[in-house]
């Protein structure tokens, strides 16, 4: 079980005492009944600003807590943030550099499709050469 509960069982604890007290003192006072209800207003006084001061020191706790909150959702949420625009920054060069191989690539393979289609007419022209050689020139049917 958790030790930090915000303070509730304690606020209960004190207030269940404070009640079994004022009971256990009306129950054994050997004060006269006007007596007595001065020390109850008096006692009942003291638990109000008792009660009073320490709800304010759980507000003040609860707002602290809640302003920690806050910068530490901040301060993930900037790490956050650069890290998405890291990301994005690496995505970019990668793409870029992706798309310059590409064309690099691509300017390549026309260059050699333009070299090996210059040795294939170079290779026809040869064999068609060498057929009429062979041939003497002649047309076939």
């Not at 004060?31 to 001065?38: Q, V």
């Not at 709800?55 to 706790?61: L, N, S, T, Y």
């Amino acid at each position: 079980m958790s030790r930090d509960n915000g303070g509730g069982d304690f606020f209960k604890g004190f207030l269940v005492g404070g009640a079994i007290g004022a009971i256990i003192a009306l129950l054994y006072a050997p004060k006269s009944g006007k007596e007595t209800r001065e020390d109850l207003r008096r006692g009942a006084g003291e638990l109000y600003d008792d009660v009073s001061d320490k709800a304010r020191e759980f507000r003040d706790k609860a707002e602290e807590v809640m302003a920690d909150a806050r910068r530490q959702a901040d301060a993930l949420r900037a790490q956050a943030e650069a890290k998405i625009a890291e990301a994005r920054a690496k995505a970019e060069q990668i793409i870029s550099e992706g798309k310059t191989k590409l064309r690099d690539a691509v300017d390549e393979g026309k260059k050699i499709v333009q070299d090996e289609k210059g040795r294939i007419k170079g290779a026809i022209d040869a064999g068609v050469k060498a057929y009429r050689e062979e041939t003497g020139g002649k047309k076939s049917a």
